[in-house]
Every structure is written in C-alpha cells, then in structure tokens.
C-alpha cells in the first residue's frame, strides 16, 4: 500500500543542496513557496526559478539517480510530500496525471534545454522555419545519405508543394527515388516497424506524434546546422526517442537516422494514453531515461559557462565518469578507461580546433589523465570530479 510522508521546512532552510547525492526522493510542494539557487546561472528552463503548490522539486536528479543540479530553499514556511523513487511505479499507478505532468515538463524542459545548448556551444540559433527540412535533404543527398535525402525531399515536398525550393526538390526526389531502400515515408498503424541501415525514421521540423522504442540495432539523433550535421546521440536498444513531439504535439527539433538496421516499437498518442494508464513500468522506465538526458543537459549547460578551457575539459570528462555511477571513495581510488579520445573530448567542450593542441597538450601535461592508444584513462576518477567542481565553485564566484 502507497503511503507517502508529509515534510515540514521552515523559510530560509535548504530542501536540497546542489552536488550533494542525496536524490533518492524528490517532493511535491503542498503549500508554501521555494527558490532554486544554481552555483553556475544559465538562461534557461525553468524560466521562472519560483516554485509552488503542485510543482515538483528534485524529481530529474532523483529519477536518474544523480547528484543534484540545483539548490532549492524554503521562500516561506513550506510543506511538501515525499516520494521515494522505490515509491514511483506505485504513485503513477493510483494517480496517472502526476506521471503525465511529470513527463510533459520534462520534455517541454528538454526542448528549452536543447535549444539553449545549440545557442550556447554554437552561437546559433537552431533553425525551424520553412526550409530547413530542405536544408536537411540537401546535406544527406551531398553526401551521398540517399535514403535520408530521400526521406527529407519527400517531406519537404508533401509540407511545402508550392515552396521556393520546391522544383528542384521534386527533381532530386524523382533521380533518388529509384536508387532508395527508403521505408515508411508515410506513417502506418503497424506498432513493430523495421529500417535499414542510413533509412530516415524522422526529420527535422517534420511534424508527427509517434515515439519510438528501439527493439533492436542502433539509432542517431542529429541537426543540420550551417551546412554541417552535428550528432546528438546515438541510441541502443531499449531506448527511446520522438517522445517530444509526441507529448508537445510541435514539430520534430532533430532527425532521426538508422545508425545500423534497427526494428522499432512505435508509440502513437493511442497507444501512449493505453500505456500510462496500464503500463506504469514502462512510464517509470521513459521517466527516468528523460531524467537521466534532462540530468546530463544541465551539466553540459554548465560546461559550455565555463571560459577556462582546460575546466571546461575536466568538467566533460567528469561528466562522462559521473554517467558510468561507479562507486567513488577517498579509500580506494576507483580507475576507468574511457572510449573516448582526447580530440573527441575537446570537441564535446566545444574547443575550437585551432586551439585544441595547445589545450590539450596542458591538459595532459597535468598528469590526472593518460591517454592510453589515443584513448583517455583516468586513474583516479573522484581527483577528476573534485577538480572539475573546483574550476565551477571558481566562475561560480566570480558571476
């Protein structure tokens, strides 16, 4: 039987404390009023930073079972109901809007949260007019992606019959039609859908309401920015994605691409109510995998505030040891090899190439990573952690 507890706070005191790992509960506010505090302040989601009755406060941390992201102190006198995460499959049982309302801020924050990241790291804007679903058949058939271009040709053509590109769309559709293995270019009620590899399942400003569930292969979620594809993700098996444009009912702010062939369970606005209401393993399940992206967006967000580049290095590389929730202790110094090379780590900070020699050689000169056949290896990953939350905690203090 649920039984949730009730918790009284006083104003002025703490609810949670960013960084600190307890997150194994998250709170609903009853009454009063509170405050989130960030060490490192970005301009985005939550707009306002203001909480109140029915709003909810540590639930990302807690359902992905990190550190906190933010402080949050008591404006007045408050009471708010705890909810254990071993509480939540039950809570989404007996009360399906609380998990609707969860998942629905979740994903209008992880729009917010994308937006701010592109305008951040790359100074740009993503763009969602008109043409971009152009510009996206336009990258994938230069390089030659003739499924993808495909795919985005014909959804151009089908939003935009009368568009300035429009003919030579029509022309490119017809010459790449022939030679294309492209699948489902029309939405279909089967639940079970299979593509080959480089077939587009989604692009980019497209407008839909499916979500996708991967039954098998791989999946990656791209942009087309300034001419170039930047690569958000690459998913597995077991993960989800389109659940945005599902539960906002708003255009598609990425593409989706068969990273090798993949089989997929598709979720439409009439199974999904179907699954909230029956299936609240599987809505905890898509609740934490939201949490876990929303978690690491905020720190990415944070790193991209950071001006020190050799910080902005051990900040991503703590962020990727604090993805793999490896057990940490003064005692025992806990070692990990990364897949990741020392390039690669400077291009997710966003480093300018120009410069990521001179950075990098610094870096590595500090001797708190090696690179082992151009793979970076940290030898002790909590010396890596407590130096990143150092180089924060300084532009933290100089705001």
């Given at each position: 039987?649920?039984?949730?507890?009730?918790?009284?706070?006083?104003?002025?005191?703490?609810i949670l404390?960013?960084?600190?790992?307890?997150?194994?509960?998250?709170?609903i506010?009853?009454?009063?009023?509170?405050?989130?505090?960030?060490?490192?302040?970005?301009?985005?989601?939550?707009?306002?930073?203001?909480?109140?009755?029915?709003?909810?406060?540590?639930?990302?941390?807690?359902?992905?079972?990190?550190?906190?992201?933010?402080?949050?102190?008591?404006?007045?006198?408050?009471?708010a109901?705890?909810?254990?995460r071993?509480?939540?499959?039950?809570?989404?049982?007996?009360?399906t809007?609380?998990?609707?309302?969860?998942?629905?801020?979740?994903a209008a924050?992880?729009?917010?949260?994308?937006?701010?990241?592109?305008?951040?790291?790359?100074?740009?804007e993503?763009?969602?007019?008109?043409?971009?679903?152009?510009?996206?058949?336009?990258?994938y058939?230069?390089?030659?992606?003739i499924d993808?271009?495909?795919?985005?040709?014909?959804?151009?053509?089908?939003?935009?019959?009368?568009?300035?590109q429009?003919e030579?769309?029509?022309?490119?559709?017809?010459?790449?039609?022939?030679?294309?293995?492209?699948?489902?270019?029309?939405?279909?009620?089967?639940m079970i859908?299979?593509?080959?590899?480089?077939a587009?399942?989604?692009?980019?400003?497209?407008?839909?309401?499916?979500m996708?569930?991967?039954?098998?292969?791989q999946?990656?979620?791209?942009?087309?920015?300034?001419?170039?594809?930047?690569?958000?993700?690459v998913l597995k098996k077991?993960?989800?994605?389109?659940?945005?444009?599902?539960?906002?009912?708003?255009?598609?702010?990425?593409?989706?691409?068969a990273?090798?062939?993949?089989?997929?369970?598709?979720i439409?606005?009439?199974?999904?109510?179907?699954?909230?209401?029956?299936?609240s393993?599987m809505?905890?399940?898509l609740?934490?995998t939201?949490?876990?992206r929303?978690?690491?967006?905020?720190?990415q967000?944070?790193?991209?505030?950071?001006?020190?580049?050799?910080?902005?290095?051990?900040?991503?590389?703590?962020?990727?040891?604090?993805?793999?929730r490896?057990?940490?202790s003064?005692?025992?110094?806990?070692?990990?090899?990364?897949?990741?090379?020392?390039?690669?780590?400077?291009?997710?900070?966003?480093?300018?190439?120009?410069?990521?020699y001179?950075?990098?050689?610094?870096?590595i000169?500090?001797?708190?990573?090696?690179?082992?056949?151009?793979k970076?290896?940290?030898?002790?990953?909590?010396?890596?952690?407590?130096?990143a939350?150092?180089?924060?905690?300084?532009?933290?203090?100089?705001?």
């Amino acid at each position: 039987m649920l039984q949730l507890s009730f918790v009284n706070y006083r104003k002025g005191s703490y609810i949670l404390v960013e960084g600190k790992p307890d997150s194994s509960r998250f709170f609903i506010i009853q009454r009063g009023q509170a405050q989130c505090i960030r060490e490192i302040d970005f301009a985005t989601a939550p707009k306002s930073n203001i909480l109140g009755p029915g709003d909810f406060v540590g639930v990302i941390p807690c359902m992905s079972n990190h550190n906190q992201i933010e402080s949050v102190v008591a404006l007045t006198d408050l009471v708010a109901i705890s909810v254990r995460r071993d509480q939540y499959s039950e809570l989404i049982e007996k009360n399906t809007p609380v998990a609707m309302k969860i998942i629905r801020v979740f994903a209008a924050r992880m729009r917010e949260m994308n937006e701010t990241l592109l305008k951040m790291a790359l100074q740009k804007e993503s763009n969602n007019t008109e043409t971009q679903l152009y510009n996206v058949a336009v990258y994938y058939d230069k390089v030659r992606e003739i499924d993808a271009a495909t795919y985005a040709y014909y959804h151009y053509l089908k939003t935009h019959p009368t568009g300035k590109q429009a003919e030579t769309a029509k022309k490119r559709f017809i010459i790449l039609q022939e030679r294309s293995k492209a699948v489902h270019l029309e939405p279909k009620d089967d639940m079970i859908r299979e593509y080959p590899q480089g077939a587009m399942i989604f692009a980019e400003s497209q407008s839909g309401q499916d979500m996708y569930i991967i039954q098998e292969g791989q999946v990656k979620i791209t942009k087309i920015i300034d001419t170039k594809e930047v690569v958000l993700a690459v998913l597995k098996k077991g993960d989800f994605f389109g659940e945005m444009a599902l539960l906002e009912n708003l255009p598609r702010s990425a593409s989706a691409i068969a990273h090798e062939k993949c089989k997929l369970m598709v979720i439409n606005r009439k199974n999904f109510d179907q699954l909230v209401s029956t299936q609240s393993q599987m809505i905890s399940r898509l609740t934490t995998t939201l949490a876990e992206r929303l978690w690491s967006m905020y720190r990415q967000v944070t790193n991209t505030r950071l001006t020190d580049p050799i910080g902005k290095l051990y900040d991503m590389l703590a962020l990727e040891i604090e993805k793999q929730r490896l057990p940490l202790s003064e005692a025992s110094p806990t070692s990990l090899q990364l897949d990741i090379s020392p390039q690669e780590l400077a291009n997710m900070c966003t480093i300018p190439p120009e410069e990521q020699y001179s950075i990098l050689d610094i870096f590595i000169k500090e001797q708190r990573v090696k690179v082992i056949k151009n793979k970076l290896f940290v030898p002790n990953c909590l010396e890596i952690i407590k130096h990143a939350a150092y180089y924060r905690k300084q532009k933290a203090t100089k705001k």
